[in-house]
């Protein structure tokens, strides 16, 4: 289960953001599958996890929208991380029209629980 969590710059139009919460827990879900994790496209309740934040005035200025996965880790997804991320940003790009935006993917070791 993905968190994926997006910090924006004030001037990103609501539109920008509405597109990536549409299209962020699927395009997250085909970057981080893989054996021990599959992922059927069927996505539920609690299988992508998405937080949007608008940069504070004590955040260092940066690009205007830093999109931070962490996915548990896995062997198979660790392997070929950068690959996986430079490929999720060329499809947030193509969905969203997003040109000025970073990808940080983190695989930390880690487990997850959810209610039912």
Known sequence: MPLVEVTYAPHVPESALREL???????VSVAVQ????????DLQPGDVE????ERGPFD????PVVIEVRSKWFESRAHNRQDRVD???????????????GIYLSLPVAAWA???
């Open 60 to 63: 260092s200025i940066g690009l």
């Open 87 to 101: 490929r999720l940003h060329s499809t947030v790009e193509a969905a969203t029209g997003l040109t000025d935006f």
């Open 21 to 27: 919460a549409r299209v962020l827990p699927h395009l």
């Open 50 to 53: 998405l937080r949007f934040r």
């Open 34 to 41: 893989c054996p021990e994790e599959p992922y059927d496209g």
């Open 114 to 116: 959810q209610s039912e």
